[in-house]
T-cell receptor, first 109, second 114 residues
Framework: KNEVEQSPQNLTAQEGEFITINCSYS?????LHWLQQHPGGGIVSLFM???GKKKHGRLIATINIQEKHSSLHITASHPRDSAVYICAVREGGAQKLVFGQGTRLTINP | DAGITQSPRHKVTETGTPVTLRCHQTENHRYMYWYRQDPGHGLRLIHY???????DKGEVSDGYSVSRSKTEDFLLTLESATSSQTSVYFC?????????????FGQGTRLTVV
């Protein structure tokens, strides 16, 4: 079992739908990150969270430390949001980074 | 975008040959990382560097070596490539280990070992 599990692995939705991607982890962490990987392969950082909630444009990320769970939400989804979204955690103390397998999101027009 | 360039972007090589991938940054960041990305796995750390000539192993370091003779360059070498090293390799940089998740990634190198 991976230390970081994402669900779903694949998600297809229509333009405008509200999207939720989930990340669960089994280790104690000091921070969690959401990354976006475009079809061309480039990876960009979206959020880093240690508690609560962050919002950037149509993207919202939340984390519940007690439940070891984070969600990434996309409001009013658009085809340009199509990408692989990756959850990564930094284990507290060990400074080790562990990545989830990613969620492939496809938004159809 | 952070100034980070990987070369080559694509390479096909034969089993048993040595291969070197280059990561070049213009941000003067202290930390540099090499990851591999494979289907069914998340990004996995191969090696990282915390300064010139200072490197350490990641979780999948077997079969790989690295060198950092200048702040801006981090080289990943496969001494004798194997088919299991067919993968997409990403370089990343960050200002400090503490904010390693605030890293900037290169575009990736797709390596095929035949």
């Amino acid at each position: 079992k991976n230390e970081v599990e994402q669900s779903p692995q694949n998600l297809t939705a229509q333009e405008g739908e509200f999207i939720t991607i989930n990340c669960s982890y089994s280790v104690g962490i000091s921070a969690l990150h959401w990354l976006q990987q475009h079809p061309g392969g480039g990876i960009v950082s979206l959020f880093m969270l240690s508690s609560g909630k962050k919002k950037h444009g149509r993207l919202i990320a939340t984390i519940n430390i007690q439940e070891k769970h984070s969600s990434l939400h996309i409001t009013a989804s658009h085809p340009r949001d199509s990408a692989v979204y990756i959850c990564a955690v930094r284990e507290g103390g060990a400074q080790k980074l562990v990545f989830g397998q990613g969620t492939r999101l496809t938004i159809n027009p | 975008d952070a100034g980070i360039t990987q070369s080559p972007r694509h390479k096909v090589t034969e089993t048993g040959t040595p291969v070197t991938l280059r990561c070049h940054q213009t941000e003067n960041h202290r930390y540099m990382y090499w990851y591999r990305q494979d289907p069914g796995h998340g990004l996995r750390l191969i090696h990282y560097s915390y300064g010139v000539k200072d490197t350490d192993k990641g979780e999948v370091s077997d079969g790989y070596s690295v060198s950092r003779s200048k702040t801006e360059d981090f080289l990943l070498t496969l001494e004798s490539a194997t088919s299991s090293q067919t993968s997409v390799y990403f370089c990343a940089i960050s200002e400090s280990r503490a904010d390693a998740l605030e890293a900037f990634f290169g575009q990736g190198t797709r390596l095929t070992v035949v």
